[in-house]
């Protein structure tokens, strides 16, 4: 067993593991956060997205001992829970960006990732290109563009939630 | 309208569990004492089993059972059953052989159970089943179904001959005969529907416990259809009396048909959470998925349409083979036969129609219903006929439709359906307006300067949904009623409750089914709540698929609240000391007709329950309905998709430039979820014209058995969508409504199709229409120029 501390969603918290425990089993399995949902076992879905020091990470694709003392923020810290919704989660629910909703919360973290990275103007092309990671298999991705690229110009100003 | 009532394009009452993270899938629920199963599933495609040996693998750390298909025989676990008898031309029933949830004797797929290791952790039982020694004799596989009848093909099971389940057919065979002998003109084409993995992004799994103290067991599982699995797993598998056994199905992560369908896991979770006396989970990995979740699609057809000199359809003669795996899935049958040759009329007046369907065995996963379940099959089928005719008779596509559209409701195919209403010419007219079919020509020559090939296909589908009366389907072999129920539950301070048969996995039924009460009862939409997908809170009900929700859901819940303002008119009468047939009821208040003697919606619904304005022994006291509803038909939604592609002849690839979508689907209760479905719907089309095939090798191994080697689609595959309405009304349900979840996958691939091969200038084109296949059928073309 292997021992971790990181921080999650603002809080510091430690684990006593087994060495192959991925950082999604880790949120899911020892701090039951089961926002962060698991779509497939290659990397492929982008259903488990995190940010890992404030950088969208596949979170089935790392060690959780590999991020030792890292700062991580999951679907459930992106706002905080008694105030308003993060202008992104605002803009999928107001666009119609979801609809099963399991790959709604990697969905979000990636956009808020493509947000920090590229800007708050975000066209068709650019969205669609930087969704590559991430599947969705419900709303033909149409309405999650519109919605990541309304969450982008919300997002001006808006001071991130401590994580 | 009220302004969250019918029509209202409201945002979902269900995204903010979902957006936040909050919301509650089976693998999100963990029961104390919860230990895990691991499946190992034959590596073989075809082999028998000769010895399962388990005792290094029981001995292994933190193991408590490994299981085999021997013990499951020996407890007497049913097997699992296909639910729609279909028979043959010859009278004869279908064969369906003997489906066990873990195999026993023999493996006939690549991912066939044969024992499963419960043990305290996932790993554990990972690791102990690599102890488990399996002794196969391997097999011949058969894993292409064109093959599957040849002389000599290895037998599947006993029970069916040359590996036939049935050969079934439909219409009217000397008619269609002798409408060919004096055609003016045939078209002849074949085609193979390509097999589809469904993966919605949410794995299946299943958590079964049992209770001793009242010996009754519950089941977390990703089901559609949670009343239909219970009543599976008590009445055939036998695993509880029905009332000792309670399914849940919590938030769903989408389901496309693949989870309709009773699989073996959620049986063995079940059988061996009695054996362990523990609570234990199975969660699907993607590969398992692909191994295990029923697949769709998969014909192979040869098609003919027989025209006069006008142009006008006089014929249509289908023969398929449909492969429907290793075992008969919950409602294989029905999708090649009932939901497949009754929509073979398309939108046009065809007046003989033949269909010959053989079904078949294969060793490869067993083939269900996936969104369209059969109408995107008879879809394709239809409209490539109708725009390799049009080519080939020099008719413009869009012409040829219109001369062969039904104008006259209701109109009898010859394929057993009644359409009740439609307007073909509406959304065709309209779809021709919004794509710019007139600029079409334009755009082609602005292609050609950059050296890409333009192309426009039309796809005008029609599908039957709303399904289904149950008296007609019963007649058609299907062993269930598809009537649903709907319970209205009206609480002392005025807020409601419905219980609703139906299962959300995405539609959104917690705001429309809440909107429909909303703007019956003028009661704001934050004082309802649909309640789902737990046997022990609904009654029964048949679940979602089908595009059956809206049409036969919603009129169940329709018909309750009629029953529920009729009891409160009583309520309201003794209130205001009037006669019963006096009380009007409108934007939630009951008046005294003429007077200004009113009650609020709340107040009557307080005195449904205090009881003190009545006689209990004249009125019962309380607020509560139930219903059940039946259709009296199918609802025919109906529409026209137009795709325009450019293709880079350097390199095959295909662009999806524009899409425009014209659908007719009836009254709808909220269009920002109803466009939402059509998008989704495009996009799996549109993933089985250019991206998806589930490709097995001869030996029936599943080349494409993850996301790394079966292509989705991703946001870049896609275009932005057009997506608009037309509306006639649906006669067969009281609110008028037809139904919108399939209609973009049966509209879509072949308008792509058409788009493609009107590109390139060959016909010749299989689905997925991925870059090296487009490219292929560009370079034989050039071959056949060259040759002229």
């Known amino acids: 067993m292997?021992?971790?501390a990181l921080t999650v969603n603002g809080k510091p918290v430690t684990g006593d593991v087994d060495p192959r425990t991925l950082l999604v089993q880790f949120l899911r399995e020892n701090l039951r956060l089961t926002g962060t949902h698991v779509g497939c076992d290659t990397s492929q879905c982008g259903a488990c997205v995190v940010h890992v020091d404030g950088k969208a990470v596949k979170a089935c694709t790392v060690f959780v001992w590999q991020i030792e003392g890292a700062n991580v923020t999951t679907i459930e810290g992106l706002a905080d829970p008694n105030g308003p919704l993060h202008p992104m989660q605002e803009a999928f629910r107001e666009h119609h960006g979801l609809q099963c909703g399991y790959c709604t919360p990697g969905m979000i973290m990636t956009a808020v990732d493509m947000v920090n990275r590229k800007g708050h103007e975000l066209d068709d092309p650019t969205i669609r290109h930087e969704l590559e990671g991430n599947?969705?298999?419900?709303?033909?991705?149409?309405?999650?563009?519109?919605?990541?690229?309304?969450?982008?110009?919300?997002m001006k100003g808006h001071v991130q939630q401590q994580a | 309208m009220n302004a969250t009532g019918i029509g209202a394009a409201v945002r979902r009452k269900e995204d903010q569990r979902f957006v936040t993270g909050k919301g509650h899938y089976t693998d999100d629920v963990n029961r104390p004492g919860q230990c895990h199963a691991y499946f190992l599933r034959?590596?073989?495609?075809?082999?028998?089993?000769?010895?399962?040996?388990?005792k290094a693998a029981a001995a292994m750390p933190g193991v408590l059972a490994v299981l085999t298909g021997a013990e499951l025989a020996a407890d007497k676990i049913g097997n699992l059953i296909c639910g729609w008898m279909i028979t043959s031309k010859d009278g004869s029933q279908m064969k369906m052989a003997a489906h066990p949830a873990i195999a026993h004797g023999k493996a006939n797929y690549v991912g066939d159970p044969v024992a499963v290791v419960v043990a305290e952790t996932l790993a554990q039982a990972k690791d102990a089943a690599e102890k488990v020694n399996v002794d196969y004799e391997l097999l011949t596989a058969l894993a292409d179904p064109a093959k599957a009848q040849s002389e000599g093909a290895p037998q599947i099971h006993e029970i069916a001959a040359r590996n036939t389940i049935y050969q079934w057919h439909l219409g009217e065979a000397k008619a269609v005969e002798a409408a060919f002998k004096s055609a003016k003109h045939v078209t002849r084409l074949d085609f193979i529907n390509n097999r589809l993995v469904p993966n919605a992004i949410e794995p299946r799994a299943a958590i079964g416990e049992y209770d001793s103290g009242s010996e009754s067991l519950t089941l977390w599982n990703t089901t559609q259809n949670p009343h239909v699995a219970r009543l599976v797993m008590s009445a055939f598998v036998g695993l509880a009396p029905e009332h000792k056994l309670r399914v849940i199905a919590p938030d769903v992560g989408g389901g496309f048909g693949s989870k309709i369908f009773i699989y073996p896991e959620e049986v063995v979770c079940l059988w061996a959470a009695r054996k362990v006396g523990r609570p234990v989970k199975w969660v699907a990995e993607r590969s398992e998925a692909f191994l295990t979740d029923a697949h769709g699609r998969d014909h192979v057809t040869h098609a003919e349409m027989a025209f006069d000199a006008e142009g006008k359809a006089t014929a249509l003669r289908v023969k398929t083979i449909a492969n429907l795996g290793a075992y008969m899935s919950t409602f294989s049958s029905s999708v090649p036969t009932y939901l497949y040759g009754t929509l073979l009329s398309g939108q046009y007046e065809i007046p003989a129609i033949y269909c010959e369907v053989d079904a078949v065995y294969t060793n490869t996963v067993p083939v269900d219903a996936y969104r369209g379940a059969g109408r995107p099959?008879?879809?394709?089928?239809?409209?490539r006929l109708m725009e390799v005719g049009a080519r080939e008779m020099g008719i413009d596509p869009a012409d040829l439709r219109k001369k062969n559209f039904i104008k006259n409701f209701p109109h009898q195919t010859p394929v057993i359906m009644t359409y009740d209403a439609g307007d073909y010419h509406a959304s065709l007219k309209k779809a021709l307006e919004v794509a710019d079919y007139g600029g079409f020509g334009k755009r082609k020559r602005e292609s050609a300067r950059h050296d890409k090939l333009r192309g426009i296909g039309f796809s005008t589908y029609i599908e039957a949904c709303g399904i289904a009366p149950s008296q007609a389907v019963g007649s058609l072999g299907c062993g269930v009623g598809l009537w649903e129920s709907a319970?209205?539950?009206?609480?002392?301070?005025?807020?409601?409750?419905?219980?609703?048969?139906?299962?959300?996995?995405?539609?959104?039924h917690e705001t429309t089914f809440a909107q429909v009460v909303s703007e019956r009862l003028g009661i704001p939409l934050e004082n309802v709540s649909v309640v789902h997908g737990d046997t022990d809170k609904v009654q029964f009900g048949m679940g979602t698929y089908g595009s059956r929700s809206g049409a036969v859901g919603i009129s169940a819940i329709v018909k309750a609240l009629?029953?529920?303002?009729?009891?409160?008119?009583?309520?309201a009468a003794h209130m205001l000391e009037a006669a019963e047939g006096d009380i009007v009821f409108a934007d939630g208040k009951f008046t005294v007709a003429g007077t200004d003697k009113s009650a609020a919606w709340g107040e009557v619904a307080l005195n449904a329950y205090i009881a003190h304005k009545f006689a209990g022994q004249e009125l019962e006291p309380g607020l509560k309905e139930g219903a059940f509803y039946d259709p009296t038909n199918f609802t025919f939604p109906a529409g026209c998709h137009i795709c325009e592609v450019e293709v880079d002849p350097q390199t095959g690839e295909s662009e999806i430039v524009a899409w425009t979508a014209v659908d007719d689907f009836g009254t709808v209760i909220n269009p920002m979820i109803v466009e939402g479905q059509v998008h989704g719907g495009i996009a799996q089309?549109?993933?089985?014209?250019?991206?998806?095939?589930?490709?097995?090798?001869?030996?029936?191994?599943?080349?494409?058995?993850?996301?790394?080697?079966?292509?989705?689609?991703?946001?870049?595959?896609?275009?932005?969508?057009?997506?608009?309405?037309?509306?006639?009304?649906?006669?067969?349900?009281?609110?008028?409504?037809?139904?919108?979840?399939?209609a973009g996958a049966i509209a879509a691939p072949v308008a792509v199709i058409n788009a493609i091969t009107n590109a390139i200038g060959s016909e010749d084109l299989a689905m997925p229409a991925t870059a090296q296949a487009v490219w292929q059928a560009l370079q034989k073309t050039q071959d056949r120029r060259k040759a002229a």
């Open chain 2, 487 to 508: 319970e209205v539950r009206v609480n002392p301070t005025g807020s409601v409750e419905v219980l609703t048969g139906c299962h959300q996995h995405g539609q959104g």
């Open chain 2, 42 to 54: 034959s590596p073989h495609a075809h082999a028998r089993i000769k010895n399962v040996e388990t």
């Open chain 2, 377 to 383: 099959e008879a879809t394709f089928v239809v409209e």
């Open chain 1, 135 to 154: 599947l969705c298999r419900c709303t033909g991705y149409h309405n999650i563009v519109k919605a990541i690229a309304a969450g982008a110009k919300a």
């Open chain 1, 2 to 4: 292997t021992a971790v």
């Open chain 2, 685 to 742: 089309g549109v993933g089985q014209a250019l991206l998806e095939g589930a490709v097995y090798d001869k030996d029936g191994q599943l080349v494409t058995g993850s996301l790394m080697d079966y292509c989705m689609p991703r946001a870049h595959d896609l275009p932005a969508l057009k997506v608009e309405m037309t509306r006639t009304l649906s006669p067969s349900n009281p609110l008028g409504i037809k139904g919108c979840g399939e």
């Open chain 2, 562 to 571: 009629d029953k529920i303002e009729a009891k409160a008119k009583k309520v």
